[in-house]
């Protein structure tokens, strides 16, 4: 099974990375991040001066991820002179490096990368949505090398197909979709305050719960540019690698799943993908690069009654009590009242079993 991508000049063994972050920290964290066969490498988001991060910084629980995070606590001669190095050493994987933030900082720190970096991605919260703005970023930064430039947008952008537009106009080589969003604030009842050391306790959320999000960004810029898209955004399984695909990634990032999970979440999910990719008909992941662009075009108002399959219902209630219509009951066993169903798809996405179908696809 080919799970190679290439775009940009550059090859991937498989099609994911880590995103920029504090598993990317240095070059020991990258190393063990490379230990699970990820097919790129991303830094942590280098500034011109080292950042002061704030502790407590980061919480979880099993569906997002809430952090306090800046960028890199190094500087970045730190960067330049010593992790880089060390990690081109031991692996010959293309690796990105993670810049921001102002006109003038990128201006000051791509010619300094220019030489150890297969590819950068800039991180432009300042500039983030505007599309004159971030089109003269590009044009400044692209004066300073030849190496590709992807730009991660950031998850308030507005209008993302013309901010894609624009970028690809500007001559910038690719886009990250998307940032983590925020800002957010985590608040403990017992204790009347958040857990992050940020001031007001405000952080930024990512991990699963912000996936159908990141894929709409996905689909949203994919459509409007024909630039190499890298999707990010709550990816923590094979599947959710082939959804960013299918929506028009040629490759993912994740990060919030290791630090839910464990580092090991990478290999798990790379492991898996021949299997689902089989599952899907498919040889390879280029094949199926923005299969669901064309989906769903037009409205649907065919209104499908659920369908129960009562050899795998396990006579949860569940659905009965989850129906916003009223259409369902349970005596011994499920029944459906067409009459008052509407057809609204909740019945069979929160069956556990997957005993009703019929209505969603």
């Not at 000049?9 to 972050?21: D, E, R, T």
């Not at 919480?59 to 995070?69: F, K, M, P, R, W």
């Not at 992941?285 to 795998?312: F, M, Q, T, Y």
Request: include cysteine; hydrophobic fraction near 40%.
């Amino acid at each position: 099974m080919n799970l190679s991508v290439s775009f940009c000049g550059m090859k991937l063994c498989n099609p994911v990375m880590p995103a920029s972050g504090p598993l990317t920290g240095d070059d020991k964290k990258m190393l063990a991040i490379l230990s699970h066969n990820v097919g790129a490498m991303v830094t942590k988001t280098i500034s011109v001066k080292p950042a002061k991060v704030p502790r407590p910084c980061i919480t979880a629980t099993s569906n997002y991820v809430l952090n306090a995070e800046l960028w890199s606590e190094h500087a970045w001669q730190t960067w330049h002179d010593e992790f880089i190095p060390v990690f081109r050493q031991q692996s010959d994987k293309p690796l990105l490096v993670s810049l921001g933030y102002s006109k003038e900082d990128l201006e000051f720190l791509v010619p300094k990368f220019a030489e150890a970096a297969d590819a950068f991605e800039l991180s432009t919260h300042y500039v983030a949505d505007d599309p004159e703005l971030l089109s003269d970023l590009i044009r400044a930064v692209k004066v300073h090398t030849d190496r590709p430039v992807f730009i991660k947008l950031d998850p308030s952008v507005p209008e993302p197909e013309e901010m894609a537009i624009a970028i690809e106009r500007a001559g910038g080589d690719g886009i990250v979709a998307i940032n983590s969003l925020g800002p957010v604030y985590p608040l403990s009842v017992f204790h009347r305050k958040s857990p992050l050391g940020s001031k007001n306790g405000f952080g930024w959320i990512s991990g699963p719960v912000i996936k159908p999000f990141a894929l709409a960004m996905v689909r949203r810029v994919a459509s409007a540019t024909n630039l190499p898209v890298i999707g990010t955004g709550g990816v923590s399984s094979a599947d959710d690698v082939l959804e960013f695909i299918m929506a028009g990634a040629s490759a993912v990032q994740l990060l919030s799943s290791a630090l839910i999970r464990g580092k090991q979440v990478y290999s798990e999910i790379i492991d898996e993908l021949p299997k689902r990719l089989e599952a899907c008909g498919a040889n390879g992941i280029e094949e199926l690069i923005g299969a669901a662009l064309n989906s769903n075009k037009k409205e649907s108002h065919e209104k499908r009654s659920p369908i129960v399959d009562h050899l795998k219902c396990i006579k949860c209630n569940l659905c009965v009590q989850i129906c916003p219509y009223d259409a369902l009951s349970l005596d011994e066993k499920v029944s459906v009242d067409e009459s008052k169903c509407f057809g609204c798809g909740l019945c069979q996405s929160r069956c556990p079993v997957k005993a009703i179908e019929g209505v969603l696809f």
